[in-house]
């Protein structure tokens, strides 16, 4: 069974950092780009940042260039998210999903959710 | 911010047609690029219903359809049920933004 499950989330005072992550299962990990997606509470989805097969390639959504780092393990099957300077607004449930042949995510883990909160 | 926009809610009857608009521009939808669509349900992670403007991922019921036409994308629900309400996103990517978008999303509720 295809699986994403992320964990790292929890409650952290706005400035502090944070890093997430992603175990993939039941599909070639290496074979696949990865994307976040948060969707803060009671609000839409956010695309958040894009890694490519090898990690050579990255992109990132402008309201977490330069405080985000998304990264990869393909030997462990992980994907991460290093989230620093966090401020009230990155407060969400995030997702990781695998970006299937088109430019679509299939599947989504269960997200995790952080809380940016003095 | 969601460049893609979709009417808040929709409502129907149980049996009915619904459907849920979404609006692009030229550097997203109107520049050919692929519009997916989503489910979630409460307390649920979103999943993948319509992929590559019109095709359903396998166990999606034939009710759920995609069209695209110019800068919008349409999904429609027929025979609509009680296990359809939910929240629905749209998703393209967008050339000027280098990104990935959704769409605002929209509530359907069934009356």
């Known amino acids: 069974e295809v699986q994403l499950v992320e964990s790292g989330g929890g409650l952290v005072q706005p400035g502090g950092s944070l890093r997430l992550s992603c175990a993939a299962s039941g599909f070639p990990f290496s074979s696949y780009e990865m994307n976040w997606v948060r969707q803060a509470p009671g609000k839409g989805l956010e695309w958040v940042s894009y890694i490519s097969t090898s990690g050579s390639t990255i992109y990132y959504a402008d309201s977490v260039k330069g405080r985000f780092t998304i990264s990869r393990d393909n030997a462990k099957n992980s994907l991460y998210l290093q989230m620093n300077s966090l401020r009230a607004e990155d407060t969400a449930v995030y997702y990781c999903?695998?970006?299937?042949?088109?430019?679509?995510?299939?599947?989504w883990g269960q997200g995790t959710l952080v809380t940016v909160s003095s | 911010q969601s460049v893609l926009t979709q009417p808040p809610s929709v409502s129907g009857a149980p049996g009915q047609r619904v459907t849920i608009s979404c609006t692009g521009s030229?550097?997203?939808?109107?520049?050919?690029?692929?519009v997916h669509w989503y489910q979630q349900l409460p307390g649920a992670a979103p999943k993948l219903l319509i992929y590559g403007n019109t095709n359903r991922p396998s166990g999606v019921p034939d009710r759920f359809s995609g069209s695209k036409s110019g800068t919008s994308a349409s999904l429609a629900i027929t025979g609509l049920q009680a296990e359809d309400e939910a929240d629905y996103y749209c998703q393209s990517y967008d050339s000027s933004l280098s990104g990935y978008v959704f769409g605002t999303g929209t509530k359907v509720t069934v009356l």
């Open positions: 030229s550097s997203n939808i109107g520049a050919g690029y692929d």
């Open positions: 999903a695998r970006k299937d042949s088109g430019n679509w995510f299939d599947p």
